[in-house]
């Protein structure tokens, strides 16, 4: 629990401080690394809230990073279940 709350922190971090692909990065690896890391999402709703802007090229949509995230805790999630080495929970 300590370490997911610690993982919790090192992705708020990255969000301010670091450059964004780098915290997607670190988003993605948590994906994989703990079942189930829906904080990951609540991170990129947070990152659409600072610095989200209506962007022409997806219609005007705002909550860009929202959606990425949500697919790829989706995909991700998909993933860990079909993988052999991953274990089951």
Do not use: H, N
Not at 7 to 30: E, K, M, Q, T, Y
Not at 57 to 70: E, H, N, P, R, Y
């Amino acid at each position: 629990m300590t370490l997911r709350i610690s993982a919790f922190f090192l992705l708020l971090f990255s969000i301010i401080f670091l450059p964004f692909w780098v915290s997607v990065l670190i988003g993605l690896c948590l994906m994989a690394y703990f079942p189930v890391y829906v904080e990951a999402v609540f991170v990129f709703i947070l990152v659409d809230l600072l610095y989200g802007a209506p962007e022409v090229k997806f219609q005007g949509i705002t909550f860009v990073s929202l959606i990425g995230g949500a697919l790829a805790l989706f995909i991700v999630e998909i993933l860990k279940k079909r993988l052999k080495y991953y274990p089951k929970y």
